[in-house]
């Protein structure tokens, strides 16, 4: 925790750039007001924080930029009474900002394994914090592979980075459309069918899911077929949260709290949990 | 220890009325009900009252509570956050020792895991608490199930026990024993120390024949419930009665789930509210979007079972979440209150 305590009482942050992602979906970026150059406080990649919207209300939201050298933005889709109110912002309004909170993915148990992200449309907002600190990292890693599947071409989310992506060395993408769209000349079908097309590693391998339940399952179901333990499979869970810090209760999972004790679990976590995704 | 007649017993409110607001039971003249609410005068105080409808949660938890306040200037792009809550030190005079074991409870879980609640903690600071030993059981209690009464034994800066006459006042910290000297009052001897004892047993021995409503073994369904070894017909059973009106859990000593909103209060300010929620309601985990992870009604009250009765929880809490006040079978329209549900599992697990 920096200096600044924000657990209760948000503090302010000033809306820099918005960019619009796909439909519904845009990017803003963010500086602190109270901090030394607009900095962000430190977070850990796979973390979440709670974003006021002053008016409207309070709503978690993932981290999606890498905690090293990346400008601070929340990606957000416009699918409530919030973030409807946040949509309709514009640079230089203010936002509250409480956080970061949650567990963070777990890099320092998956050094010198393989990684492979698994993403369902808006399912790549939560990973790409991670996918960018692998990326800077690649020589602590195995193969990196990245799958992806959205309903459209267009519905494709970080256009602008999955194009460097896709070049990078030592980095493999593959990306899926759900149906045939004229000028798509890539893969179609869902994204769990790419597993069984291409050459997955299997031994020493952590595997990142993320995306609705339907293709989580699927997902879940290809992998562990593939022979990839329960506890190698990773995911990032989302749940109504009110505090953030433990207390409100909404986002209980059996015995756990997504907000304290998650929002990064293991599917083996998941499933003796025993509540559905 | 110390020694007060029957007669001055209020006194004690009286002098913690100079410092504190004080809380007590208060016998509600409109609907004839026990009450544990502020008492302007502390002669409305009765300590002879039964047990009161609401315990004194909503003392440190308001149902309502604003904890900051904002304005926000959209046209300047000037924004504005202040902390705004209620600090004022408070007393609780005569409250029963289930109430003050909920309290415990919610001080373990609000103060004692990985983040302290700042705003409980403001309400917790300055806070006096006198008990009030249950000499005699009433109708629905079953406080020696689950070792919370009939009399106090931690947390407490003064606790009374009625010896007839006169009440035993008995030291729980060094605030409570500057006020018992502030008020010289005599000094008790052991004679009235095995009386106290006496009347306890008393207490405990006449449960049988006077707290006829409720039985609850909890410890016999700890193991099932943390386990989630119980068949999922019993949980449908119980989640058929739930009415999902949320009233077991506004009335429970530990219970502590809450919504934050900001309702708008001017053209550009609005106050961050804390409010009572309950996870008997459907929206209660439903997210932005319409997805809902907890949809069927027996999910939710296996829910709120779970937190009472599971070792998982006991764990944040150090005792286990029901403190046997008997609230939640009194006021559930179905059959459900915590006491009916133990029994329930009972039947099952000697299947």
């Known amino acids: 925790m920096s200096e600044i305590n924000n657990t209760t009482i948000p503090e302010i942050a000033t809306i820099e750039e918005i960019k619009d992602e796909i439909v519904d979906v845009k990017t803003f970026y963010l500086s602190f007001d109270e901090r030394k150059g607009g900095k962000a406080p430190q977070f850990k990649s796979g973390q979440f924080v709670m974003c006021t919207v002053f008016g409207a209300g309070e709503f978690a939201v993932s981290l999606p930029p890498s905690p090293e050298n990346d400008r601070f933005h929340l990606t957000v889709r416009k699918v409530g009474k919030v973030t409807d109110a946040l949509h309709e912002l514009f640079a230089g309004d203010k936002v509250g900002i409480r956080g970061p909170f949650g567990n963070g993915f777990p890099f320092d148990e ?32 195995g193969r990196i592979l990245l799958f992806l599947g959205a309903r459209t071409p267009r519905e494709l989310m970080y256009q602008y980075n999955l194009k460097d992506w896709k070049t990078a060395p030592g980095f493999e993408t593959y ?63 989302e749940r109504h949260m009110k505090c953030g810090i433990g207390k409100c209760q909404h986002c209980s999972i059996g015995r756990t709290l997504v907000c304290t004790d998650g929002p990064v679990y293991t599917y083996r976590q998941i499933k003796t949990l025993g509540e559905q995704i | 220890m110390y020694i007060i007649k029957e007669d001055q ?33 502390a002669g409305e105080i009765d300590l002879e009252l039964p047990i009161p409808a609401n315990p004194a ?25 202040k902390p705004d809550f209620d600090d004022a ?25 990985e983040f302290a609640d700042e705003v409980y903690r403001n309400h ?49 910290s060094d605030k409570g024993k500057k006020l018992a000297e502030k008020m010289s009052l005599p000094k008790a001897g052991d004679s009235h120390k095995k009386e106290k004892e006496k009347r306890v047993d008393r207490s405990v021995s006449l449960f049988d024949s006077l707290a006829k409503d409720n039985k609850a073994w909890i410890s016999r369904v700890v193991n099932r419930v943390t386990t989630g070894l119980i068949d999922e017909k019993v949980w449908e059973y119980i989640g058929d009665q739930c009415l999902e009106c949320g009233a077991c859990t506004f009335v429970c000593p530990s219970c502590s789930c809450f919504n934050i909103m900001d309702p708008v209060t001017g053209a550009d300010s609005a106050d961050r509210m804390r409010t009572w929620d309950s996870c008997a309601y459907e929206g209660y985990s439903r997210m932005a979007g319409g997805h809902n992870p907890r949809k069927p009604v ?39 209150g915590l006491p009916n549900v133990v029994t329930y599992i009972r039947r099952e697990i000697q299947k």
């Open chain 2, 298 to 336: 027996e999910d939710r009250r296996n829910k709120r079972f779970f937190c009472k009765l599971s070792y998982s929880q006991s764990k944040k809490y150090l005792r286990p979440g029901c403190v046997g006040c008997g609230r939640c079978a009194w006021v559930c329209p179905g059959d459900i």
């Open chain 2, 9 to 41: 017993v209020t006194n004690i409110a009286q002098e913690l009325h100079k410092e504190y607001q004080v809380y007590g039971p208060v016998l509600e003249k409109e609907t004839r009900q026990t009450m544990f609410v502020k008492a302007d005068d």
């Open chain 2, 124 to 172: 917790r600071k300055n806070m006096f608490i006198v008990t009030n030993t249950c000499v005699e059981p009433f109708k629905q209690c079953f406080c020696v199930c689950t070792d919370s009464g009939p009399s106090a034994h931690e947390g407490y800066d003064l606790n009374l026990t009625d010896l007839g006459g006169e009440y035993l006042v008995e030291v729980g």
């Open chain 1, 110 to 141: 998956i050094k010198g394994k393989n990684v492979i992200y698994v993403a369902g449309g808006i399912g790549l907002i939560p990973l790409r914090s991670s996918i960018m600190h692998v990326m800077q990292n690649k020589e602590k890693f």
């Open chain 2, 57 to 81: 949660k909503h003392v440190l938890f308001p149902q309502f509570e604003r904890i900051m306040s904002y304005t926000y200037d959209r046209k300047n792009k000037k924004a504005e956050i």
């Open chain 2, 89 to 113: 030190p408070k007393a609780l005079f005569g409250m029963r020792s289930c109430d003050l074991s909920g309290m415990l409870c919610l001080d373990r879980f609000f103060l004692g895991q």
């Open chain 1, 175 to 237: 990306i899926t459309i759900d149906n045939p769209v004229p000028g798509w000349d890539g893969e179609n079908g869902f994204v769990h069918t790419l597993l069984k097309k291409v050459d997955v590693p299997v031994k020493d391998t952590i595997a990142f899911v993320c995306g609705p339940p339907i293709m989580f399952n699927a997902v879940i179901k290809e992998l562990t077929g593939l022979g990839i333990s329960e506890e190698s499979i990773v995911s990032t869970l």
